[in-house]
């Protein structure tokens, strides 16, 4: 029996506006899901990490452990995280350190409560010397998306054709969105010209962009002897996770293209994986906007540096809603990803881990794919721009 | 209500772009450093510190930016970047400022990508009446446009002077400009104010005099528009220019005050300035003074009580170094002459000043000007044939040519000083930009009869005679000198509304 921490259960809300609901009722509906879908009990958990970016600021709710402990009415150790694969990464870690047997990992933002400066707030979290200059998160993928055209040297049609494929994403991720009941804009397909129509002088538009969204996930992570102890049929291995840090002054970096914490944490989850990235058949990758879809593939190994652009327009013509990378074909955001699922800060990364275990395990309705025998799946997360970047890779388990 | 402490703080950094070198493997930062990422250990405690405000930058790449946060909304659509220093590889982050940029055109980044710019210093973003007011100089110009790249290289002053006089001096106006009739008056950006146009002004002023900025001992601003009711802006300039000697904790030895007498607030300390250079002189110490008038200068909007003003005024700052040593023109003397003449005001609290209408030519402007003038004439047995220049205040085109004339002097003696056509009046900048504009083309050994008047009232005639060292120093800023101020092909024009929004500013 291996060491590797379990899912044994998920649950999420829809991500969108809930302007009725409280964080606490969000937060709830997802962790009860979660108890429910892994069938255990409150009294079972050996500890709860939460994750959340902003409350202190959007809701002014400093302790949720506290409403946790109110909601469950369990006094068990309690953390929080800021990004739900953080939290992840603690639960697993004392999981492998034999700390505790099942631990809750949950997730929950309430941005929409403070549109009036939400904006404010995500910049100043990011990266806070470019907000004293003037910066807003929009500008820096802006810039970096500058830097991809210039230092590639990409020019004249070609510069139609790499904000044809940018389209293409948003167009994907909308495709899968709509599929998804869970997801901000289920229902709503977006063309390719539609996202380039939106995108007025010169610059991104709205459907590059995800949107600002309100949510909450939670996972159960286990031990594997623990798993087989309450009987469960089905579940996710975490193989493998990667996680790594960069400057918080997108300026001070070593390069202004793509992020090399993404790059470490990726070697470092495949490393501890044992896989090979031709066998990760799924990927969910951080699009906070397309040029972030773009870059996360060149980052994580799915194509060369200054080629994803191309190899996405060869999907295009392909009419088929997967990437054919020199790794072989491979989804990537199936559940829409940030730009359609939604981007409720530190409620995203469980989406993404939802996702994963829907799909893995023949869960996912309209937007199923094949899942082989033996596949792999992967999330990738940042907190900030590229400030921090986690990676970890799920193998199907069976009793 | 935002937190002082922090945007105490980031101004500190900010506004100088304080950085670090190590002495060992000469990394630059940008932000202080205790120690060094590549050298580790052994740089701890030996990093220098340093500063990025003269230095030169080149736009890698930039946005536009339309939807900006809360504070930046105000300046919104702007251009927004990442500038690489010459020096080093350090890149920072900057938006770009002095720049109008309609909404619905077009963004086409390669315009500006790749351009040699300038740091400017600026107020940071909007703030509310009861806050401090952010200030930063992550903003940019372009340098092949208006606001050229000068080097900043200090040399150790040479010669003691004689008399102690005026030992380099800069005047600051905008990029922008309202034009109505033969009338053009210089209007700030939205992102400027009296305090950023004295910190400009003082930074060309030591580029010109080449002195380094911890010679100076004492700093006198002058100006009836600074924003805040209390708090000096001479401290804000002190700050950001490093002046006087370090004491650490960011703390200088140096005394800074804000004087007032409207337009007459900054003439009224040359004199000071005068007096405390010669006293330390016979102790054999050298001894500078830096002193600014700068004015964002006020007028209500037309129509209302006290518009009739805003078809004059402009907005600049002038600032002069006073030492005695390598002085470029000698202060000879000076006489000055008060009456309690309410002939301008502003009540505290009041936003816009009022002035008396038809007596603010005869019993106030020409009563004081004219007798101080002719008082120091006599005291030093000249008249007006044996005076080059004379430079009055100047609240309007006609005032100063009648005054001179009254004096007996040639309209040729005056008009040279004459640049309330082209920048409004100044303020408290008026007669020191005039002066300026004079020593621009004025030869050694020629005299000047600089006479000031603030409302209130007031007037400072001082005599001065120019030295042989003015070729060189006015050689260092030829590219930004008043003449290139006055008129050049980067000026931008405005209508009226932008003039007023501009000047309220954020």
Avoid at chain 1, 58 to 67: A, D, R, S
Avoid at chain 2, 7 to 29: F, N, Q, T
Avoid at chain 2, 369 to 378: G, H, S
Wanted: a neutral charge; charged letters at 25%; one cysteine or more.
């Amino acid at each position: 029996m291996s060491n590797k921490p379990l899912i044994i259960g998920y649950g999420r809300t829809p991500f969108g506006e809930h302007y009725e609901k409280d964080p606490e009722e969000l937060i709830e509906q997802a962790g009860l899901k979660a108890l429910e879908k892994a069938g255990i009990e409150r009294k079972d958990l050996d500890a709860v990490i939460v994750s959340n970016h902003f409350l202190q600021l959007t809701n002014k709710i400093g302790l949720e452990e506290g409403f946790i402990s109110e909601i469950l009415d369990v006094h068990i150790p309690m953390e929080t995280a800021r990004s739900f694969s953080s939290a992840i990464n603690h639960a697993c870690n004392a999981i492998e350190a034999g700390r505790y047997d099942i631990v809750l990992v949950g997730g929950v933002e309430k941005m929409t409560d403070r549109l009036d400066k939400i904006g404010d707030d995500i910049m100043m979290l990011a990266d806070s010397w470019s907000y004293y200059a003037g910066g807003t998160m929009e500008a820096h993928h802006e810039l970096m998306l500058r830097e991809y055209i210039k230092t590639y040297g990409i020019n004249g049609e070609n510069v139609e054709k790499l904000m044809r494929a940018l389209a293409y994403i948003s167009h994907k991720n909308h495709e899968f969105g709509s599929r998804n009941p869970y997801a901000q804009f289920y229902r709503s397909k977006v063309d390719i010209e539609t996202v380039i129509k939106a995108r007025r002088g010169g610059i991104l538009g709205l459907y590059d962009y995800a949107p600002i969204s309100d949510g909450a996930a939670a996972i159960i992570i286990a031990k594997e002897e623990k798993a087989r102890e309450i009987g469960l049929e089905k579940g996710l291995t975490i193989v493998g996770r990667g996680c790594a840090t960069d400057h918080l002054s997108y300026t001070t970096r070593e390069t202004l293209i793509g992020f090399k914490s993404t790059k470490i944490a990726m070697e470092k989850a495949l490393k501890e994986a044992k896989v090979n990235i031709e066998d990760i058949k799924l990927m969910e990758l951080y699009d906070q906007s397309t040029v972030m879809e773009l870059i996360a593939l060149e980052d994580v190994g799915l194509s060369k540096p200054g080629n994803a652009w191309k190899m996405i327009m060869n999907s295009i013509e392909e009419k088929k809603y997967t990437y054919r990378t020199m790794n072989g074909e491979v989804y990537v955001n199936t559940n829409g990803g940030l730009k359609a699922d939604g981007n409720p800060y530190g409620a995203t990364g469980g989406a993404q881990v939802c996702e994963v275990c829907m799909q893995m395990m023949g869960e996912a309705g309209d937007r199923q794919i094949p899942i082989y025998e033996n596949a792999y799946a992967l999330t990738m997360e940042h907190e900030g721009f590229g400030t921090k970047t986690y990676v970890c890779i799920f193998r199907r388990w069976m009793k | 209500m935002s937190s002082e402490p922090i945007e105490r703080r980031v101004s500190y950094i900010s506004d100088r772009l304080r950085g670090s070198i190590c002495p060992i493997c000469g990394k630059r930062y940008f932000k202080p450093r205790y120690y060094c990422t590549k050298c580790g250990r052994k740089s701890i405690g030996k990093m220098m510190e340093t500063s990025y405000i003269y230095s030169e930058g080149i736009l890698e790449v930039c946005t536009i930016i339309n939807e900006a946060t809360n504070r930046f909304k105000p300046l919104q659509p702007y251009i927004y970047g990442i500038v690489t220093l010459k020096e080093g590889d350090i890149k920072v982050p900057a938006r770009l400022t002095d720049h109008i940029l309609n909404s619905g055109d077009e963004f086409k980044p390669e315009i500006y990508e790749g351009r040699k710019v300038v740091f400017r210093f600026r107020r940071r973003y909007a703030s509310e009446p009861q806050e401090i007011i952010p200030t930063t100089s992550l903003t940019f110009t372009f340098a092949d446009e208006y606001y050229p790249y000068i080097p900043y290289e200090t040399k150790e002053p040479k010669e003691i002077s004689e008399k102690p006089g005026i030992v380099g001096y800069a005047i600051y106006t905008s990029r922008f400009r309202i034009r109505e009739g033969d009338m053009e008056r210089s209007v700030p950006f939205i992102d400027e104010d009296s305090i950023t146009a004295a910190v400009e002004a003082g930074k060309l002023a030591l580029i010109q005099s080449a002195l380094h900025g911890e010679k100076i001992k004492k700093i006198y601003v002058g100006t009836e528009s600074n924003p805040y009711s209390v708090k000096p802006i001479a401290s804000k300039v002190a700050q950001v220019l490093d002046l006087g000697e370090d004491l650490g904790d960011g703390v200088k030895g140096i005394d800074a005050i804000d004087t007032e007498f409207a337009c007459k607030a900054a003439t009224s300390m040359f004199k000071d300035a005068i007096a405390l250079s010669k006293y330390m002189a016979e102790k054999g110490e050298e001894y500078f003074t830096m002193v600014i008038g700068t004015d964002n200068s006020q007028a209500a909007p037309r129509g209302q009580p006290g518009g009739e003003l805003d078809y004059f005024v402009g907005y600049g700052a002038a600032a002069y170094i006073i030492g005695n040593m390598d002085v470029i023109a000698e202060i000879e003397g000076w006489y000055s002459s008060t009456s309690d003449t309410p002939d301008f005001w502003r009540r505290d609290g009041q936003r816009y000043p009022l002035h008396g209408g038809r007596f603010t030519g005869e019993p106030a402007y020409f009563k004081h000007i004219i007798k101080a003038a002719k008082k120091l004439m006599d005291k030093m047995n000249l008249t007006a044939k044996d005076i080059n220049y004379f430079v009055p205040h100047q609240p309007n085109a006609k005032f100063p040519i009648r005054a001179a004339r009254r004096l007996g002097f040639k309209d040729e003696q005056c008009l040279p000083s004459l640049k309330v056509t082209k920048f409004g009046n100044l303020y408290s900048g008026s007669s020191p930009a005039g002066l300026a504009a004079v020593l621009e083309i004025a030869k050694p050994y020629e005299k000047i009869l600089l006479t000031s008047f603030g409302s209130g009232a007031g007037s400072d005639a001082y005599l001065i005679t120019v030295t042989p060292k003015i070729l060189e120093k006015r050689k260092r800023l030829e590219k930004f000198n008043i003449e290139w101020q006055s008129s050049n092909p980067y000026l931008i024009y405005v209508d009226y509304n932008t003039y007023r929004r501009f000047k309220e500013g954020i």
